[in-house]
């Protein structure tokens, strides 16, 4: 997974969690939760969709560091560097 590859599946799992959300519209460095009132449901429903595009298990523990786009895409690179 590169620099144009991850952000692309973090905004397609956006998508996928958050139907109607014009993801290519978020700001790579804010909070994808503040920007998009995610609840903890649809957060969850992120998560999900970005493990199995990413085809790596992740849960919340895994992402308890990220907050913006732009870090999902850093750990999703971090998690399939390793493959």
């Known amino acids: 997974m ?4 991850a952000p692309a599946l973090v905004r ?3 998508q996928a969690a958050v ?9 790579p460095d804010r909070s994808l939760r503040e920007q998009l009132d995610m609840d903890s449901l649809d ?7 970005l493990s199995k595009r990413a085809g ?9 560091d ?11 690179i971090a ?3 390793h493959v």
């Open 19 to 27: 139907p109607g959300t014009d993801a290519s519209a978020l700001a």
């Open 56 to 64: 790596k298990g992740l849960d919340e523990i895994d992402a308890a």
């Open 66 to 76: 990220a907050r913006t786009p732009e870090d999902f895409a850093d750990l999703v």
């Open 12 to 14: 397609e799992s956006v």
């Open 79 to 81: 998690l399939t560097d």
């Open 43 to 49: 957060f969850l429903g992120f998560l999900e969709a």
């Open 2 to 5: 590169n620099r144009v590859e």
